[in-house]
């Protein structure tokens, strides 16, 4: 991927309340590679899902645990 898709994506992330850790382990599940190493396409892909407002499937936001 591109360094400007790479910053976006974890902007993004962030914005709908994703730690770049959850990130990361979506990229695994998803692509077979860590956040750094997903292709540009996998990358637009994922953008696109963010964009959309969705989050990827299989990535659920959880309270930071002094919230419990």
Do not use: W
């Amino acid at each position: 991927m591109t360094a400007k898709q790479h910053s976006y994506l974890i902007r993004l992330a962030g914005d709908r309340g994703l730690t770049r850790q959850q990130l990361n382990e979506h990229c695994v599940q998803a692509y077979g590679a860590g956040l750094d190493f997903i292709k540009r396409k996998e990358a637009s892909a994922l953008i696109e899902t963010l964009n959309a407002g969705m989050l990827p499937p299989g990535v659920a936001i959880h309270a930071p645990a002094h919230l419990n």
